[in-house]
């Protein structure tokens, strides 16, 4: 296949399916777990040796957990649905290298929390998708963009968002710590959730900056990223059940890296909210306080800083092997101090405080970009993430959402975010959002 051939068309086969579809359709029993299986595989070996979303894959230990699956009740609406695991969360069954040199054929022996979770519900997980090294800085995924071969499905959650773009399986695992996991979203048209920081625990999980790291997943519907997220109990919530769009008011926030968007970017975010506003929706343009203007300084202090000491075992056990970026943050070439550090943690907690005071009777949800705009060519480059530290620090949950394309025919996507801890709000509210944004024509 030529580099810039785009992924062939959707069919009729199981693979297709979205993972609510899939669920419904094997809880009726119209489906097997064991078909809806090899129908993923069949697409993998049709695929793969392009795409190249994965690093390991167990085909007969997967179809071993199908058969098994078939023989019982469904006990959880996850119950027979394959699954790609981003290889920076540990897996009992397969390796976990980080995509590093330092840990090329690792076994944890144990789940992470959040795969342990799935696959109690009776997830399949089928393998590891290809990260950016540590999920970090480093060595690229080797993932080409499915929609263009020749582009990045952007970084460092590569592998899962190819896979569940290019229909290898219908639920895949990846990680944020500034935009790790909406960026790739945006770039290969799929949904993406990216829960409050906390909200899932993150055990397992090969730490960046802690303070920012969050689990999320791919879905190919906002009803898919529903599905994974009632295995995950969130905290109770007493806010009454969103039920119409008529009403809702949202924030159209350009954020103060707006110099930063490009044509595709800003065309899908200003036709996201024209969209909504001629359906009922209340569209104001948000801008943040000055209290934000010093925010992506602040979030870029402590993500060098936290990942300074998250590599420092890597530095002081391999260095040869340590890429060089990661080197730097584990030798504070930042030259970050004490007294900045401590300002730039005071300015992360008076943005969190005055974001969650902006929602209310005035403020639903905020409307934003998910990256500046198409998928840049090349594996090197997988994207700016400047529209998504903001949302990363600020812990706030996020709905990634496809929004159309470019004038390259590539997919560009929108971001909602919501306040802390408000993460089945902002889920219900993006089902009820994601038909008018993600519509035909």
């Known amino acids: 296949m ?5 992924r062939p ?8 399916l979205t993972a609510s579809q899939a669920s419904a359709s094997i809880r009726s029993r119209r489906l097997g ?8 595989l069949e697409r993998i070996e049709e695929r793969e040796r392009d795409v190249r979303a994965w690093l390991h894959i167990e085909p007969e230990r997967a179809l071993r957990a199908a058969r098994e699956c078939d023989k019982v009740a469904p006990r959880h609406a996850l119950h027979g649905l394959p699954w790609g695991v981003k290889d920076v969360f540990d897996t009992a069954d397969l390796p976990t290298t980080q995509n590093s040199q330092i840990y090329p054929a690792t076994r944890a022996g144990r789940d992470a929390a959040c795969v342990a979770t799935v696959r109690s519900s ?5 393998g590891k998708t290809d990260t950016v090294e540590f999920a970090a800085n480093g060595r690229k995924a080797l993932t080409r963009n499915p929609f263009d071969l020749s582009r990045t499905p952007g970084g460092s959650s590569s592998g899962s968002a190819a896979a569940v773009a290019d229909f290898h399986v219908p639920l895949a695992f990846g990680s944020q710590t500034i935009g790790s996991h909406l960026r790739p979203a945006s770039f290969t048209g799929i949904y993406a959730f990216k829960p409050s920081w906390g909200a899932v625990s993150r055990e397992g999980l090969k730490m960046n900056a802690a303070s920012m790291d969050t689990v999320g997943w ?7 990223l529903n599905l994974v997220a009632s295995a995950f109990r969130f905290l109770a919530d007493d806010t009454p059940r969103i039920r119409t769009l008529r009403g809702l008011r949202v924030g159209l926030c350009r954020t103060p890296s707006w110099a930063r968007i490009e044509p595709a970017g800003e065309e899908a975010l200003l036709n996201a909210a024209s969209r909504l506003a001629a359906a009922g929706v209340v569209v104001e343009d948000l801008a943040l306080p000055d209290v934000f203007d010093g925010l992506f300084e602040a979030y870029l202090d402590i993500y060098y800083s936290e990942g300074g000491r998250s590599f420092q075992p890597e530095l002081l056990a391999a260095p040869s092997l340590l890429a060089e970026p990661l080197r730097g943050q584990a030798e504070n070439r930042r030259a970050l101090t004490k007294d900045r550090l401590r300002e730039a943690y005071a300015v992360a907690d008076r943005c969190r405080l005055s974001f969650d005071g902006l929602f209310g009777e005035a403020l639903d949800v905020v409307l934003t970009p998910s990256a500046p705009g198409e998928a840049p060519m090349g594996l090197e480059n997988t994207g700016s993430s400047v529209f998504n530290g903001y949302w990363s620090i600020l812990h706030a949950p996020c709905v990634g959402i496809p929004a159309g394309c470019g004038r390259h025919g590539m997919p560009v996507g929108v971001t909602l975010a919501a306040r802390r801890l408000d993460d089945t709000v902002l889920l219900q ?13």
Do not use: K, M, Q, W
């Open 429 to 441: 509210i993006a089902e009820l959002l994601s038909p008018v944004i993600d519509a035909p024509g």
């Open 33 to 40: 777990c064991e078909e809806l299986l090899r129908s993923c």
């Open 2 to 6: 030529a580099d810039t051939l785009s």
């Open 9 to 16: 068309g959707v069919g009729t086969e199981p693979c297709f």
């Open 122 to 126: 009776g997830g399949l997980i089928l």
């Open 218 to 224: 791919y879905g190919r519907s906002v009803a898919d």
